[in-house]
Protein backbone atom coordinates (compact mmCIF):
# COMPACT_ATOMS: atom_id res chain seq x y z
CA UNK A 1 0.00 0.00 0.00
CA UNK A 2 1.07 3.64 -0.51
CA UNK A 3 0.09 7.30 0.81
CA UNK A 4 1.23 10.18 1.19
CA UNK A 5 1.11 10.89 5.29
CA UNK A 6 0.63 7.40 7.58
CA UNK A 7 -0.50 8.38 10.60
CA UNK A 8 -0.32 5.94 14.06
CA UNK A 9 -3.40 6.74 16.26
CA UNK A 10 -6.84 7.51 15.97
CA UNK A 11 -7.57 9.54 18.98
CA UNK A 12 -8.40 13.21 18.19
CA UNK A 13 -5.02 14.21 16.56
CA UNK A 14 -4.69 11.43 14.32
CA UNK A 15 -8.03 12.32 12.96
CA UNK A 16 -8.08 16.11 13.01
CA UNK A 17 -4.73 15.54 10.93
CA UNK A 18 -6.76 13.28 8.46
CA UNK A 19 -9.50 15.42 8.37
CA UNK A 20 -7.39 18.55 7.33
CA UNK A 21 -5.29 16.55 5.17
CA UNK A 22 -7.95 15.28 3.38
CA UNK A 23 -9.57 18.58 2.63
CA UNK A 24 -6.18 19.62 1.16
CA UNK A 25 -6.39 16.34 -1.45
CA UNK A 26 -3.80 14.92 0.94
CA UNK A 27 -3.83 10.68 1.09
CA UNK A 28 -3.70 9.66 4.42
CA UNK A 29 -3.87 6.41 5.86
CA UNK A 30 -4.60 5.96 9.66
CA UNK A 31 -3.28 2.80 11.63
CA UNK A 32 -5.22 1.99 15.29
CA UNK A 33 -3.99 -0.33 17.78
CA UNK A 34 -7.74 -0.62 18.96
CA UNK A 35 -11.30 -0.84 18.01
CA UNK A 36 -13.49 2.03 16.82
CA UNK A 37 -15.92 1.00 19.31
CA UNK A 38 -12.85 1.55 22.36
CA UNK A 39 -11.61 4.68 20.89
CA UNK A 40 -14.91 6.26 21.51
CA UNK A 41 -15.29 4.43 24.98
CA UNK A 42 -12.55 6.23 26.92
CA UNK A 43 -13.92 9.32 28.58
CA UNK A 44 -11.63 12.48 28.45
CA UNK A 45 -11.69 15.90 28.60
CA UNK A 46 -14.56 18.19 27.45
CA UNK A 47 -13.24 21.98 27.64
CA UNK A 48 -11.94 23.20 23.82
CA UNK A 49 -10.36 26.62 23.17
CA UNK A 50 -11.36 28.94 20.39
CA UNK A 51 -8.71 28.14 18.31
CA UNK A 52 -9.46 24.50 18.88
CA UNK A 53 -13.20 25.46 17.57
CA UNK A 54 -12.00 26.78 14.81
CA UNK A 55 -9.75 23.85 13.72
CA UNK A 56 -12.70 21.82 13.87
CA UNK A 57 -14.68 24.32 11.73
CA UNK A 58 -11.51 23.93 8.90
CA UNK A 59 -12.01 20.44 8.90
CA UNK A 60 -15.46 20.76 8.71
CA UNK A 61 -16.30 18.95 11.75
CA UNK A 62 -17.90 21.81 13.49
CA UNK A 63 -21.55 21.65 12.87
CA UNK A 64 -22.57 19.54 16.02
CA UNK A 65 -20.51 21.07 18.04
CA UNK A 66 -21.55 24.55 17.34
CA UNK A 67 -25.03 23.27 17.63
CA UNK A 68 -24.88 21.10 21.27
CA UNK A 69 -21.59 22.49 22.43
CA UNK A 70 -21.89 24.93 25.62
CA UNK A 71 -20.02 28.44 24.87
CA UNK A 72 -19.06 29.12 28.48
CA UNK A 73 -17.89 32.90 29.09
CA UNK A 74 -15.69 32.17 32.43
CA UNK A 75 -14.87 29.81 34.83
CA UNK A 76 -14.97 29.93 38.79
CA UNK A 77 -12.78 29.54 41.51
CA UNK A 78 -12.87 28.08 44.99
CA UNK A 79 -10.74 28.67 47.60
CA UNK A 80 -11.65 26.81 51.23
CA UNK A 81 -15.31 28.18 50.08
CA UNK A 82 -14.68 31.31 48.88
CA UNK A 83 -16.11 31.60 45.33
CA UNK A 84 -15.11 33.59 42.72
CA UNK A 85 -16.21 34.19 38.82
CA UNK A 86 -13.38 35.16 36.31
CA UNK A 87 -15.83 36.60 33.17
CA UNK A 88 -13.14 35.53 30.42
CA UNK A 89 -15.51 37.53 27.86
CA UNK A 90 -15.13 40.81 29.73
CA UNK A 91 -11.65 40.40 30.90
CA UNK A 92 -10.40 39.62 26.80
CA UNK A 93 -13.55 38.85 24.80
CA UNK A 94 -12.77 35.25 24.63
CA UNK A 95 -14.86 32.34 25.56
CA UNK A 96 -14.62 28.45 25.90
CA UNK A 97 -16.51 25.34 24.35
CA UNK A 98 -17.86 22.57 26.46
CA UNK A 99 -17.83 19.46 24.09
CA UNK A 100 -16.59 16.28 24.74
CA UNK A 101 -13.40 14.92 23.57
CA UNK A 102 -15.41 11.77 23.10
CA UNK A 103 -17.82 13.77 20.34
CA UNK A 104 -14.86 15.45 18.76
CA UNK A 105 -13.40 12.47 18.00
CA UNK A 106 -16.99 10.75 16.80
CA UNK A 107 -17.48 13.54 14.59
CA UNK A 108 -14.14 13.31 13.01
CA UNK A 109 -14.74 9.90 12.44
CA UNK A 110 -17.81 10.14 11.18
CA UNK A 111 -16.36 12.62 8.43
CA UNK A 112 -13.82 10.14 7.96
CA UNK A 113 -16.07 7.31 6.84
CA UNK A 114 -17.73 9.65 4.63
CA UNK A 115 -14.95 11.39 2.53
CA UNK A 116 -14.00 7.43 2.31
CA UNK A 117 -10.55 7.60 3.78
CA UNK A 118 -8.85 4.82 5.07
CA UNK A 119 -8.49 4.04 8.64
CA UNK A 120 -7.60 0.83 9.76
CA UNK A 121 -8.40 -0.42 13.11
CA UNK A 122 -7.39 -2.91 15.38
CA UNK A 123 -3.56 -2.81 13.47
CA UNK A 124 -1.02 -5.01 15.46
CA UNK A 125 2.48 -4.62 16.08
CA UNK A 126 2.67 -0.79 14.18
CA UNK A 127 6.27 -0.41 13.66
CA UNK A 128 7.83 2.35 11.94
CA UNK A 129 11.12 1.84 9.57
CA UNK A 130 13.60 3.87 7.12
CA UNK A 131 11.94 7.66 8.45
CA UNK A 132 15.95 8.71 8.69
CA UNK A 133 15.30 8.72 4.76
CA UNK A 134 13.35 9.50 1.75
CA UNK A 135 10.99 6.75 1.84
CA UNK A 136 9.61 5.77 5.49
CA UNK A 137 7.37 2.54 6.03
CA UNK A 138 4.95 1.78 8.63
CA UNK A 139 4.88 -2.20 8.81
CA UNK A 140 1.34 -3.65 10.85
CA UNK A 141 -0.27 -7.07 11.34
CA UNK A 142 -3.87 -7.01 10.53
CA UNK A 143 -6.01 -10.40 11.17
CA UNK A 144 -2.78 -11.77 11.34
CA UNK A 145 -1.39 -10.88 8.45
CA UNK A 146 1.62 -8.68 7.96
CA UNK A 147 1.35 -5.51 5.73
CA UNK A 148 3.66 -2.80 4.05
CA UNK A 149 2.50 0.99 4.04
CA UNK A 150 5.27 3.42 1.99
CA UNK A 151 4.57 6.98 2.52
CA UNK A 152 6.39 10.03 2.12
CA UNK A 153 5.97 11.33 6.00
CA UNK A 154 4.76 9.43 9.51
CA UNK A 155 3.03 11.36 11.98
CA UNK A 156 3.07 9.99 15.48
CA UNK A 157 -0.19 10.58 17.02
CA UNK A 158 -0.30 7.45 19.26
CA UNK A 159 -0.40 9.03 22.77
CA UNK A 160 1.94 8.69 25.64
CA UNK A 161 2.12 4.81 25.34
CA UNK A 162 2.48 4.73 21.54
CA UNK A 163 5.08 3.00 19.34
CA UNK A 164 6.33 6.47 17.63
CA UNK A 165 8.50 7.87 20.09
CA UNK A 166 9.58 4.86 20.88
CA UNK A 167 10.93 4.57 17.69
CA UNK A 168 13.09 7.57 18.01
CA UNK A 169 16.78 6.22 19.22
CA UNK A 170 16.98 7.49 22.85
CA UNK A 171 20.00 9.57 21.80
CA UNK A 172 17.83 11.75 19.56
CA UNK A 173 15.25 12.43 22.22
CA UNK A 174 15.26 14.31 25.36
CA UNK A 175 12.55 14.68 27.79
CA UNK A 176 11.88 16.74 30.84
CA UNK A 177 8.89 15.55 33.36
CA UNK A 178 7.16 16.07 36.10
CA UNK A 179 5.10 13.25 38.35
CA UNK A 180 2.91 14.66 40.73
CA UNK A 181 2.09 12.60 44.24
CA UNK A 182 -2.03 12.24 42.99
CA UNK A 183 -4.24 11.31 40.28
CA UNK A 184 -7.87 12.90 39.94
CA UNK A 185 -11.15 10.09 40.25
CA UNK A 186 -13.59 11.31 38.03
CA UNK A 187 -17.24 10.03 38.00
CA UNK A 188 -19.48 10.71 34.63
CA UNK A 189 -23.59 11.04 35.86
CA UNK A 190 -26.55 11.47 33.95
CA UNK A 191 -27.66 14.67 36.37
CA UNK A 192 -27.69 18.02 35.72
CA UNK A 193 -24.68 20.23 36.28
CA UNK A 194 -24.50 22.03 39.66
CA UNK A 195 -23.26 25.38 37.77
CA UNK A 196 -23.55 27.05 34.53
CA UNK A 197 -19.71 27.07 34.52
CA UNK A 198 -17.01 25.08 36.20
CA UNK A 199 -16.04 25.63 39.16
CA UNK A 200 -12.47 25.13 40.27
CA UNK A 201 -11.90 24.27 44.10
CA UNK A 202 -9.14 24.05 46.41
CA UNK A 203 -9.43 22.86 49.91
CA UNK A 204 -7.24 21.45 52.29
CA UNK A 205 -8.78 18.43 52.15
CA UNK A 206 -7.97 18.87 48.06
CA UNK A 207 -8.46 19.57 44.44
CA UNK A 208 -12.19 19.35 43.14
CA UNK A 209 -13.46 20.42 39.96
CA UNK A 210 -17.38 20.23 39.04
CA UNK A 211 -17.35 20.38 34.75
CA UNK A 212 -19.96 18.85 32.58
CA UNK A 213 -20.62 17.22 29.21
CA UNK A 214 -24.05 18.59 28.15
CA UNK A 215 -26.85 19.97 29.97
CA UNK A 216 -28.52 16.88 31.41
CA UNK A 217 -24.81 14.93 31.71
CA UNK A 218 -21.84 15.77 34.86
CA UNK A 219 -18.86 15.32 34.99
CA UNK A 220 -17.18 15.84 38.77
CA UNK A 221 -13.37 15.28 40.19
CA UNK A 222 -11.49 15.35 43.52
CA UNK A 223 -8.00 14.55 44.17
CA UNK A 224 -7.08 11.17 45.22
CA UNK A 225 -3.64 10.12 46.79
CA UNK A 226 -1.43 8.27 43.60
CA UNK A 227 -1.51 4.62 43.53
CA UNK A 228 -5.29 5.03 44.78
CA UNK A 229 -7.99 2.44 43.94
CA UNK A 230 -11.48 2.98 42.43
CA UNK A 231 -12.99 0.20 44.11
CA UNK A 232 -12.26 2.63 47.49
CA UNK A 233 -14.77 5.23 46.27
CA UNK A 234 -18.00 3.92 46.47
CA UNK A 235 -20.48 6.79 44.88
CA UNK A 236 -21.70 8.15 48.58
CA UNK A 237 -18.04 8.46 49.43
CA UNK A 238 -17.33 10.33 46.33
CA UNK A 239 -20.06 13.04 47.01
CA UNK A 240 -19.62 13.08 50.43
CA UNK A 241 -16.03 14.23 49.65
CA UNK A 242 -16.57 16.38 47.26
CA UNK A 243 -19.43 18.59 49.22
CA UNK A 244 -16.75 19.08 51.43
CA UNK A 245 -14.31 20.54 49.13
CA UNK A 246 -16.77 23.21 47.46
CA UNK A 247 -18.59 26.24 49.01
CA UNK A 248 -21.97 25.61 50.73
CA UNK A 249 -24.18 26.47 48.18
CA UNK A 250 -22.50 24.26 45.58
CA UNK A 251 -22.58 21.49 48.04
CA UNK A 252 -26.23 22.03 48.85
CA UNK A 253 -27.55 22.35 44.88
CA UNK A 254 -25.63 19.05 43.76
CA UNK A 255 -27.66 16.85 41.87
CA UNK A 256 -26.23 13.12 42.78
CA UNK A 257 -27.28 9.70 40.92
CA UNK A 258 -25.12 6.50 40.34
CA UNK A 259 -21.94 7.31 38.17
CA UNK A 260 -22.36 5.66 34.99
CA UNK A 261 -18.42 5.83 34.82
CA UNK A 262 -15.45 6.20 37.59
CA UNK A 263 -12.20 6.48 36.80
CA UNK A 264 -8.48 7.79 38.11
CA UNK A 265 -6.07 9.70 36.12
CA UNK A 266 -2.45 10.07 37.00
CA UNK A 267 -0.99 13.55 36.61
CA UNK A 268 1.81 14.28 34.87
CA UNK A 269 3.68 16.82 32.72
CA UNK A 270 6.09 15.29 30.28
CA UNK A 271 7.53 17.17 26.80
CA UNK A 272 9.76 15.59 24.73
CA UNK A 273 12.11 17.21 22.33
CA UNK A 274 12.10 17.87 19.26
CA UNK A 275 9.45 17.06 17.61
CA UNK A 276 10.78 16.00 14.29
CA UNK A 277 13.73 12.69 13.49
CA UNK A 278 13.59 13.19 9.51
CA UNK A 279 10.30 12.22 7.63
CA UNK A 280 8.26 11.17 11.43
CA UNK A 281 6.58 13.69 13.83
CA UNK A 282 4.99 13.74 16.67
CA UNK A 283 2.37 15.56 17.66
CA UNK A 284 -0.58 15.16 20.90
CA UNK A 285 -0.01 13.06 24.07
CA UNK A 286 3.11 11.35 22.00
CA UNK A 287 4.76 14.39 22.41
CA UNK A 288 3.84 16.17 25.51
CA UNK A 289 1.55 15.37 28.40
CA UNK A 290 0.18 18.42 30.68
CA UNK A 291 -2.22 17.66 34.24
CA UNK A 292 -5.58 18.52 33.24
CA UNK A 293 -6.05 20.98 35.63
CA UNK A 294 -5.70 23.51 33.26
CA UNK A 295 -7.84 21.57 30.38
CA UNK A 296 -4.72 21.72 27.76
CA UNK A 297 -4.16 18.23 26.49
CA UNK A 298 -6.98 18.19 23.87
CA UNK A 299 -6.37 21.44 22.78
CA UNK A 300 -2.65 21.22 22.41
CA UNK A 301 -3.47 17.99 20.85
CA UNK A 302 -5.58 19.71 18.20
CA UNK A 303 -3.20 23.17 17.69
CA UNK A 304 0.16 20.39 16.69
CA UNK A 305 -2.24 18.67 14.20
CA UNK A 306 -3.55 21.63 12.89
CA UNK A 307 0.65 23.51 12.51
CA UNK A 308 1.44 19.90 11.20
CA UNK A 309 -1.25 20.08 8.69
CA UNK A 310 -0.28 23.53 7.33
CA UNK A 311 3.46 22.30 7.20
CA UNK A 312 2.25 19.37 4.88
CA UNK A 313 0.21 21.32 2.92
CA UNK A 314 3.21 23.67 2.03
CA UNK A 315 5.16 20.75 1.28
CA UNK A 316 2.87 18.96 -1.17
CA UNK A 317 1.15 22.81 -2.43
CA UNK A 318 4.30 25.03 -2.71
CA UNK A 319 7.06 22.53 -3.03
CA UNK A 320 8.92 24.30 0.19
CA UNK A 321 10.12 22.18 3.01
CA UNK A 322 9.70 25.53 5.32
CA UNK A 323 7.14 24.74 7.43
CA UNK A 324 7.91 21.07 7.70
CA UNK A 325 11.45 22.47 9.06
CA UNK A 326 10.39 24.33 11.51
CA UNK A 327 7.10 22.63 13.02
CA UNK A 328 9.24 21.23 15.95
CA UNK A 329 10.36 24.55 17.37
CA UNK A 330 6.74 26.21 15.97
CA UNK A 331 4.73 23.72 17.97
CA UNK A 332 7.21 23.10 21.31
CA UNK A 333 7.12 27.35 22.05
CA UNK A 334 3.60 27.11 22.89
CA UNK A 335 3.46 23.74 24.32
CA UNK A 336 5.88 25.09 26.74
CA UNK A 337 3.60 27.90 27.49
CA UNK A 338 0.74 25.51 27.97
CA UNK A 339 3.11 23.45 30.28
CA UNK A 340 3.91 26.52 32.37
CA UNK A 341 0.34 27.03 32.84
CA UNK A 342 -0.96 23.54 33.41
CA UNK A 343 1.66 23.57 35.85
CA UNK A 344 0.80 26.42 37.92
CA UNK A 345 -2.58 25.74 38.31
CA UNK A 346 -2.26 22.45 39.65
CA UNK A 347 0.62 23.89 41.64
CA UNK A 348 -2.02 26.54 43.45
CA UNK A 349 -5.15 23.97 42.95
CA UNK A 350 -3.49 21.25 44.85
CA UNK A 351 -2.81 20.53 48.17
CA UNK A 352 0.36 18.40 47.76
CA UNK A 353 1.67 16.04 51.14
CA UNK A 354 4.69 18.51 51.49
CA UNK A 355 2.89 21.99 51.34
CA UNK A 356 3.49 23.10 54.74
CA UNK A 357 1.34 26.30 56.58
CA UNK A 358 4.31 28.55 54.41
CA UNK A 359 3.20 27.09 50.71
CA UNK A 360 -0.28 26.87 51.57
CA UNK A 361 -0.56 30.74 52.42
CA UNK A 362 0.93 30.83 49.21
CA UNK A 363 -1.19 29.35 47.38
CA UNK A 364 -4.07 31.64 49.12
CA UNK A 365 -2.23 34.96 47.86
CA UNK A 366 -2.37 33.78 44.22
CA UNK A 367 -6.09 33.36 44.65
CA UNK A 368 -6.31 36.73 46.67
CA UNK A 369 -4.11 38.43 43.99
CA UNK A 370 -6.26 36.83 40.78
CA UNK A 371 -9.60 37.82 42.48
CA UNK A 372 -7.77 41.72 43.51
CA UNK A 373 -6.49 42.02 39.86
CA UNK A 374 -7.63 42.75 36.70
CA UNK A 375 -4.30 42.58 35.58
CA UNK A 376 -3.68 39.07 36.79
CA UNK A 377 -7.51 37.95 36.04
CA UNK A 378 -6.61 38.73 32.61
CA UNK A 379 -3.56 36.69 32.24
CA UNK A 380 -5.70 33.34 33.52
CA UNK A 381 -8.41 34.28 31.00
CA UNK A 382 -5.59 34.84 28.49
CA UNK A 383 -4.06 31.62 29.32
CA UNK A 384 -7.21 29.70 29.81
CA UNK A 385 -9.29 30.41 26.48
CA UNK A 386 -5.52 29.72 24.68
CA UNK A 387 -2.86 31.45 23.56
CA UNK A 388 -2.62 32.66 20.09
CA UNK A 389 -1.27 29.94 17.73
N1 LIG B 1 -0.28 1.58 17.16
C1 LIG B 1 -1.42 2.19 16.73
N2 LIG B 1 -2.17 3.00 17.49
C2 LIG B 1 -1.76 3.23 18.74
C3 LIG B 1 -0.57 2.65 19.26
C4 LIG B 1 0.17 1.79 18.42
N3 LIG B 1 1.29 1.19 18.85
N4 LIG B 1 -0.41 3.06 20.53
C5 LIG B 1 -1.44 3.87 20.80
N5 LIG B 1 -2.26 3.98 19.74
C6 LIG B 1 -3.51 4.74 19.63
C7 LIG B 1 -4.36 4.71 20.90
O1 LIG B 1 -5.15 3.53 20.95
C8 LIG B 1 -5.18 5.96 20.76
O2 LIG B 1 -6.42 5.72 20.11
O3 LIG B 1 -3.22 6.10 19.46
C9 LIG B 1 -4.34 6.88 19.89
C10 LIG B 1 -3.84 8.09 20.66
O4 LIG B 1 -4.93 8.88 21.02
P1 LIG B 1 -4.95 9.79 22.33
O5 LIG B 1 -4.35 9.04 23.46
O6 LIG B 1 -6.35 10.28 22.47
O7 LIG B 1 -3.94 10.97 22.00
P2 LIG B 1 -4.12 12.28 21.11
O8 LIG B 1 -4.85 12.01 19.86
O9 LIG B 1 -2.78 12.90 21.08
O10 LIG B 1 -5.09 13.21 21.96
C11 LIG B 1 -4.70 13.85 23.12
O11 LIG B 1 -6.12 12.74 24.65
O12 LIG B 1 -5.29 11.95 26.66
C12 LIG B 1 -6.03 12.92 26.06
O13 LIG B 1 -5.71 14.84 27.42
C13 LIG B 1 -5.37 14.23 26.24
O14 LIG B 1 -7.20 15.29 25.39
C14 LIG B 1 -5.89 14.93 25.07
C15 LIG B 1 -5.92 13.95 23.99
C1 LIG C 1 -13.63 17.72 32.14
O1 LIG C 1 -14.77 18.16 31.99
O2 LIG C 1 -13.37 16.52 32.01
C2 LIG C 1 -12.55 18.68 32.48
C3 LIG C 1 -12.80 20.04 32.46
C4 LIG C 1 -11.80 20.93 32.79
C5 LIG C 1 -10.56 20.46 33.15
C6 LIG C 1 -10.30 19.10 33.15
C7 LIG C 1 -11.29 18.21 32.82
O3 LIG C 1 -9.59 21.35 33.50
Redesign the pocket.
Known amino acids: MRTQVAI?????????LGGLLEKEGIDTVI????SQD??LG?I??GVLEQGSVGLLDKAGVGARMHAEGLVHDGVEFCFDGDKHRFDFRKLIGRTVMVYG?TEV?RDLMHARELSGAKTIYE????SLHGFDGDHPTVR?VKDGIEQEIVCDYIAG????????RASVPADALQTFERIYPFGWLGILVDRPPVSDELIYAHHARGFALCSMRSPTRSRYYVQVPANEAVEAWPDDRFWDELRRRVDPETAGNLSTGPSIEKSIAPLRSFVAEPLRFGRLFL?????H??P?TGA???????N?VGCLADALGEFYGEKSEAGVNHYSERVLKRVWKAERFSWWMTSILHTFPDTDPFGRRMQRAEFDYLVGSEIGARSLAENYTGLPL
Open positions: IGAGPAGLLLERRYVRRAQTADNVYCDGYHGVSAGDAAIVPKGLNLALD
